[in-house]
């Protein structure tokens, strides 16, 4: 499979930098090829404007430039910290341009009929809370269904899951432990789910 992995960081030197890299080198290791769309380095503008709105036939070329990288995947992996119990701006702003009415959906009756081809869709997302903190408080409950199953459904994605990374701030060990399991992520990925 072609897997995109898309960033929203702007520390190169960030643990969800690391998790990336992790993952793409899992999803190297299983004989996949990958691509990196790294928001924050390449200057991506999230912020959704009238020029978004009034291109419902020719989107923006920037917007067009990441919809190819889509198109031309048959995985795509997002990467990003978990921010305010949701995602930082860019990841958002990217989400809210790119997977455009028209292109990625038009239907809002099945959230599970989108217009573009199956994928897998994997989001790999370091939390520094606990797990048993977030289950506790329903935060892990209402994130599956907000994105697993709400918004990915429109995106095509199928199969798709979560990963929290939870105690992304913890001991050595515990990072060790949580970049093993984005590299495996990487190397267990499933095929897309045929129509």
């Known amino acids: 499979?072609?897997?995109?992995t898309v960033i929203d960081h702007p520390n190169p030197?960030?643990?969800?930098?690391?998790?990336?890299?992790?993952?793409?080198?899992?999803?190297?290791?299983?004989?996949?090829?990958?691509e990196l769309a790294d928001l924050n380095a390449e200057g991506f503008s999230p912020l959704w404007s009238m020029a978004d709105i009034e291109s419902t036939d020719t989107p923006p070329p920037d917007v067009r430039r990441e919809q190819e990288r889509i198109e031309r995947c048959d995985a795509i992996c997002l990467v990003f910290p978990l921010f305010?119990?949701?995602?930082?701006?860019?990841?958002?702003?990217?989400?809210?341009?790119?997977?455009?009415?028209?292109?990625?959906?038009?239907?809002?009756?099945d959230p599970d009929q989108s217009l573009l081809?199956?994928?897998?869709?994997?989001l790999?997302?370091?939390?520094?809370?606990?797990?048993?903190?977030?289950?506790?408080?329903?935060?892990?409950?209402?994130?599956?269904?907000?994105?697993?199953?709400?918004?990915f459904g429109y995106f095509g994605l199928s199969p798709r899951k979560i990963e929290l990374l939870n105690g992304?701030?913890?001991?050595?060990?515990r990072r060790a432990a949580l970049l093993e399991r984005s590299y495996q992520t990487g190397l267990t990925l499933e095929p897309p789910a045929q129509n």
């Open 117 to 122: 081809n199956p994928r897998t869709g994997v």
């Open 124 to 151: 790999l997302i370091p939390a520094g809370a606990r797990s048993d903190e977030m289950e506790e408080e329903g935060y892990t409950a209402a994130l599956n269904t907000l994105w697993t199953k709400g918004t």
């Open 13 to 34: 030197a960030s643990f969800s930098h690391a998790v990336a890299a992790e993952f793409m080198r899992g999803a190297q290791a299983a004989g996949h090829t990958t």
């Open 168 to 173: 992304s701030t913890g001991s050595a060990p």
């Open 84 to 109: 305010w119990w949701g995602m930082p701006s860019m990841m958002k702003g990217w989400m809210d341009r790119v997977f455009s009415w028209g292109w990625a959906y038009d239907q809002l009756d």
């Open 1 to 4: 499979m072609h897997v995109l």
